[in-house]
């Protein structure tokens, strides 16, 4: 019989149940979902780098030659070693695109997925092709593409359609956030397919010689592949605390490496990291607000259904039924409902939420078989939802029938303890309105109601703070970056190698603003920690911000760390580092004189004149200026012309997706916000309504009435818009400087009109919801609340 | 003195369901100005309603009620409040005060409704409540609690005390006490308050100067007391 009043009772309520209902499931869903998609994301990764064997280290040279690669085999804990010679093409008609081209020998590190076509063979002829490559350029297997080298122009088949698990992330230069798979891709071909004149040409020029038919008598036995020129050696170790000892070898051994980098350090691997980590982050912020919030409205929601049943409660009970029997029949209603909710949550959140974010970063990174991962976690909080749910139905049904059943069948009085609301009548309170005494005394009499409706209400703003704070944040990174560090248009990054006389033209032809990059080892202990310097002769056309954002100038006699970077290593001012230029031996000491601040790269920066005064040649690799080159395609000895306008609209499309994320954010917060607010107000409006009733009878109007009514949310949202708007700050802050990696230095600015969107959308989410409860004074019938109370 | 109330062919019908039923059914009675009425009547006999019209806390369903030359059966709901405000002190069996606020807020309450209401520490005072200004109603005994209902009702100088049961909850002797207060208040202001007090204890009807019977919501009689007894003579 209790079965069959549970049905009916939750069609009765059928808003209340559909609201515990949506609330239990969007809770558990968007935590489950979210869960799914991060732990996809590391599940995915680990399965794909440990299946096609990611190298552990990577060599770095100009030539390795047949005795270079055995030795490094040689060393001990080293498993296997691969050499790859990989240059830099594009592709012949095609030259915005470009490819990066590995020769390998054989594919037993990194070894590519192969997505459709053949594995890899060394005397196959044709070319295994990057897939998302493939196809975003529409190209198939069995297609023949042209990949033009120097002067050189390779005509291959496709053979395969791959990935790999060293290009996960794979992007052009840093310039570029996401990789686009459109403009930029790799390939890899057997060292068979190496063009030999290329080979050949070179060794003419280092022999100064210009006709072949005196190169080819001079050397009757050419072999091409005894010059091919190998520049990367993949290493696989043993063991993850063996890599040190080996990375320390080889340098010391193999005198072709100029640097052995751990593949943690690559940008493909920590970008990929990067994001899981950032991902990581607004889970727990995000989905642990959110659920709270919901847990919050689900648990007012609850209640109020429980409070209504009063009189049932005390019917049943009067009619003999055991304490319980009652209590089963009503945690029943939460438990189902909760159950039920979190049940579809955690199969609908990874199915949908899950993998439309896997679907997303999969369309970034190149990982086979991305797919959400439903974790432990998820069925944890699942259940943990369900007790809550629960325990708050027992705790409030038990509270119900402690009271004898006469006391319950009346409506709800409220009790007044004495020593409590003592405080009241003293001091400021006495000077307070009625209405205000009121109101202050409800809330006092009922302190778990309104901590509830100051939680629920704070919890609102802060969203609403993040969602414009984040937006701002990334505004304000955006305008540091290229308003003020950026003072030219144009970047170019010359080729390498350029003679004087290209120089000479170049800076004649757009300005004498240039700087250098240099990679660098820095050493520390025994340890060694890559970096780079960026050597500035750019006349301001690259400027420095000190922590106050004021604008400051490089001094020649030290370096100028950035602040980050400082704060990570603990450097101080006066400290000296000892650092050496990758593939040279010799170590400088220099002194730190500064600190500058950069939000997206944290390295080392000092004066052309420093750099001189080390002894070290000034060789710039950039060009900056201000001329117009927005219809120059290619300049003679330029590797890559950068529009700064380009470039920021590209960060700021990014920002587009926040735009979106925002949006949500907002509406959430206003559902959830709107729920509790309403829910407390119901709450409490069976008790009120029997005094409301009263002071209509005296001749208090509805509206007089209404504004007593409300004036207590207007309080809770007052106290709640003081809390929210610093806690919203944090949030916001907590989120940059967690998620973001340590290359990243922003702190939360939110500006003040954020702050006011805030406050004005929190409190119209409080107005709105609380006019909607003010509507139930006029409903109050007079008679009836007076006779319910006799 | 002239007539006060004027009830023609009042009818109160409630619909439950389907079905209709005829709380007052046909009222037709007066009332003077300055008189301590009793509305008698069995449970059910349509005494509330009929007190509830009076008091403007309902709408009859037809008939006219006329109170001091006002049709208020005509007002709307607003109209209802300002009359309410102005004209009608209430008090009821289970006091209806506000369990939040103090004795005397409870009576200063009134200062937010009238313009010049009496001073409620004074008509405190009147009911013998003057050591309990700052007590919470929950540390009253019922009298007491009544006693501030009914100093809530007097501070506004109501042309119209209206009682539903104010004894009901009470022992006698408290009972007496109400009764005294309610009787003083008719008498004060130049005998010109009228208090009209709904009950099913026929003994209260030998104190008034007007006795009302109801039976199936109709009015039965509607006497003139000569000789009303004073409050002590009662053998309660």
Known sequence: MLKRKMFRDIRFNLSQFITIFLMVFMGVMVYAGIRSYMDGMTKTADIFYEDNNLQDLEAIGENFTDEDLKQIKDIEHIKNAERKLTVMGTMENEEERTLQVNFIESNEISKFYVKDGKAFDKSKKGVWLDEYYAKNNNLKVGDTIKIKYEKETLEEEIIGLINVPDHVYDIKDESEIFPNHIDYGFCYLSINEFPENIIKQEIMKKMNVTDETIFNTAMPDFRAQDYLIYNYVMIDVDNEENKNNVKNQIEEKIENAIAVTDIKDSISYSSYQGEVEEGETYVGVFTG?????????VITTMTRVVKKQRTQIGTLKALGFKKGKITNHYVGYGLWISLLASLLGLIIGPLFIGNLFMGMEMEYFQIPNGKAVISTSSFIVAIMVVLVVSIVTYITCRKELKENPAETLRAEMPKVKQNSLNITTKGIFKKMSFSSKWNAR?????????????????????????????????????????????????????????????????????????????????????????????????????????????????????????????????YKIGDKISWHIYGEEKYYESEIVGFDRNPQNQNIKMTKKYLENLGIEYKPDSIYTNEDLSKIKEIDGVELIQDKNALEEGMLSMINTMQTMVVLLIIVAAILGGVIIYNLGILSFTEKQYQFATLKVLGFKNKKIKKIYIKQNNWITIISIVLGLPLGFFMVDFIFKMALSDTYDFSAKIKIASYAYAIVGTYIVSFVFSKILAKKVRKIDMVTSLKGNE | MGELIRFNNVKKTYNIGEKSFNALDGVDFGINKGEFVVILGPSGAGKSTLLNLLGGMDKATS???VIGGETISNYNDSELTDYRAENIGFIFQFY??????????????????????KSAKQILKEVGLEKHYNKFPNQLSGGEQQRVSIARAIAKNPLLLLCDEPTGALDSKTGVEVLKLLKKQCDSNNGENTVIIVTHNSLIAEVADRVIKLKNGKVESNQINENPKKIEEVNW
Do not use: W
């Open chain 2, 63 to 65: 008939g006219e009620i």
């Open chain 1, 289 to 297: 607000l959110f659920l709270f919030i919901a847990m919050l409205s």
């Open chain 2, 96 to 117: 209806n005060i506000l369990p939040t606020l103090t004795v005397l807020e409870n009576v200063e309450l009134i200062n937010d409704i009238v313009k010049n209401p």
């Open chain 1, 442 to 570: 409800d809330i006092l009499r009922n302190k778990m109601r309104t901590a509830m409706g100051i939680a629920g209400i704070t919890g609102c703003c802060m969203l609403l703070v993040c969602a414009f704070g984040m937006l701002d944040t990334m505004n304000n990174f955006i305008e540091t970056q290229f308003e003020k560090l950026f003072n030219f248009d144009y970047k170019l990054t010359l080729k390498s190698g350029y003679s004087d006389e290209v120089f000479e033209e170049l800076t004649k032809k757009y300005g004498d603003s240039t700087s250098q990059s240099l990679g660098i080892e820095i050493k520390e202990g025994d340890e060694k920690q890559s970096n780079n310097i960026f050597v500035d002769d750019s006349k301001e056309s690259v400027r420095f911000l000190n922590h106050d954002g004021e604008y400051i100038k490089l001094s020649d006699n030290g370096i100028y760390v950035t602040e980050k970077l400082a704060e990570t290593k603990g």
